[in-house]
């Protein structure tokens, strides 16, 4: 009887054990492993598919369209500023002359059905497109409380965040699936502040638990289909909506995601990737702890810098 007690003992600890290496294993492969050909499969055979991107005359956006760009993608750029449309469209023309480019005005403010069908029409005449990379975002200009934050400013983070982004995928999405030359893709841009409560910015960070999970389920409801769907994550990355100076290189941070789109959900700069993973395994006090001195610390830095940047302006 005490045998075979020791045995099971010892059976369970193997199984724990093994399913421990597994899920770190997978942890240091997710977080390290950078596939650069992620994006072969998504491309056609005469190398003439677009992606779309939206909000990309800012930080990440801008560096997605280069990252694109070098990966062979001919782009149509959606944003609500023509001259700054034109100023990137020319840069990236300068720096890959081969790459056709479109630009498409649509404020994501706009969430009438006239905004999105106008989009989806000159998406649909470009030709060949393969990739949807909804990046357009915005968060208080000022980290502060929910009773801080202006009702204007609350409703118009969610209508560009949620409200947009699912319109307009839902207008793009049977283009995408039309596509026969290759697999096509939808790149949802979400954010670490997903990952747990967002003080300070919490609708920001409750709309982009929203496009996590928008995400997660337009994956399944794609099972099958020619569209694969995948969530990128990101910490702080420098740009005008993160105004702190030790913030991630966009560009590392464009590079790192096109090389993890094979993954489901997940924070593309290792250095964040590995942060917040070993953040999970603390107790909840203690990371609601630290998550306040940061976030409260971050918020005086941003801030301070946003308000600075007013008086010169
Ligand atoms: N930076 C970070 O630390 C961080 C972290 C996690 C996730 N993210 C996410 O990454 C994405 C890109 O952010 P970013 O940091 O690169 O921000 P950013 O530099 O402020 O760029 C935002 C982009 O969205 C566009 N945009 C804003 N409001 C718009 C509107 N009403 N209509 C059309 N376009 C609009 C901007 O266009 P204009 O140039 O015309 O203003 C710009 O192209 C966002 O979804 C953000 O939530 C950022």
Request: include cysteine.
């Amino acid at each position: 009887m005490l045998q075979t007690l020791e045995q099971a003992i010892y059976l369970i600890g193997v199984i724990i054990l093994l399913k421990t290496t597994y899920a770190f294993g997978n942890w240091v492969k997710d977080t390290f492993f950078v596939n650069k050909d992620s994006l072969l499969k998504y491309q056609t055979d005469s190398k003439n598919a677009y992606a779309v991107v939206t909000g990309p005359t800012g930080g990440i956006g801008q560096a997605f369209c280069d990252e694109l760009a070098s990966k062979g993608f001919n782009l149509i750029l959606v944003g609500r500023n023509q001259t700054k449309l034109d100023k990137l469209k020319e840069g990236v023309s300068r720096r890959y002359p081969a790459i056709r480019i479109q630009t498409v005005i649509s404020d994501a403010k706009d969430t009438t059905p006239e905004n999105f069908s106008r989009v989806a029409e000159a998406v649909a005449a470009a030709g060949t497109v393969s990739i949807l990379v909804n990046n357009v975002g915005a968060m208080n200009k000022l980290y502060g409380t929910l009773e801080e934050t202006s009702s204007e400013e609350l409703e118009s983070i969610i209508r560009i965040n949620c409200t947009y982004t699912t319109l307009l995928t839902k207008s793009i999405l049977p283009i995408l699936k039309k596509n026969r030359s290759s697999r096509s893709l939808i790149l949802n841009v979400s954010s670490a502040s997903s990952y747990g409560p967002g003080p300070l910015m919490s609708v920001y960070a409750s709309s982009k638990w929203f496009i996590s999970g928008l995400s997660e389920a337009i994956r399944l409801e794609l099972r099958g289909s020619n569209v694969d769907v995948t969530c990128v994550c990101p910490g702080f990355v420098k740009s005008d909506m993160c105004q702190l100076p030790d913030a991630a290189d966009p560009v590392v941070v464009a590079q790192q995601t096109f090389g993890k789109v094979h993954l489901k959900n997940f924070s593309p700069y290792w250095q964040h990737a590995a942060t917040f993973g070993l953040l999970a395994q603390l107790p909840g006090w203690l990371k609601d702890r630290l998550l306040l001195t940061v976030v409260n610390q971050a918020g005086k830095v941003h801030n301070a810098s946003v308000l600075e940047r007013r008086k010169h302006n």
